[in-house]
């Protein structure tokens, strides 16, 4: 069964940094692409970022240039490095996985990061 777990949330000030990261128990390269969302309070969820197969990555536009996701292939880990947070950029962050039986994907528990103006 596929699990993803998230860590590394917390609360941190404007203009610092945090990283996530989305273990799985399965390889990685199970999947076309992993990801993480985002949904802050009264917010709809909304796509921060993601990483395909083959290693490409795309972002929002409100993250791009301060987030930037990777992953350790040898750890089954993928990570988002989060630099110059702002107070908007608080919601919970969950991490995601989808495969071509699973386009709806597979979901971590969901992490807070809050950011303190």
């Known amino acids: 069964q596929v699990q993803l777990v998230e860590s590394g949330g917390g609360l941190v000030q404007a203009g610092g940094s945090l990283r996530l990261s989305c273990a799985t128990s399965?390889?990685?390269?199970?999947?076309?692409?992993m990801g993480w969302y985002r949904r802050a309070p009264g917010n709809q969820r909304e796509l921060v970022g993601a990483?395909?197969?083959?290693?490409?990555?795309n972002y929002a536009d409100s993250v791009k240039g301060r987030f930037t996701i990777s992953r350790d292939n040898d750890k089954n880990t993928v990570y988002l490095q989060m630099n110059s947070l702002k107070p908007e950029d608080t919601a919970v962050y969950y991490c995601?996985?989808?495969?071509?039986?699973?386009?709806?994907?597979?979901w971590g528990q969901g992490t807070q990061v809050t950011v303190s103006s």
């Open positions: 995601y996985a989808r495969t071509l039986s699973n386009m709806d994907g597979y």
């Open positions: 399965v390889s990685i390269f199970s999947f076309l692409s």
């Open positions: 990483i395909i197969r083959g290693g490409s990555t």
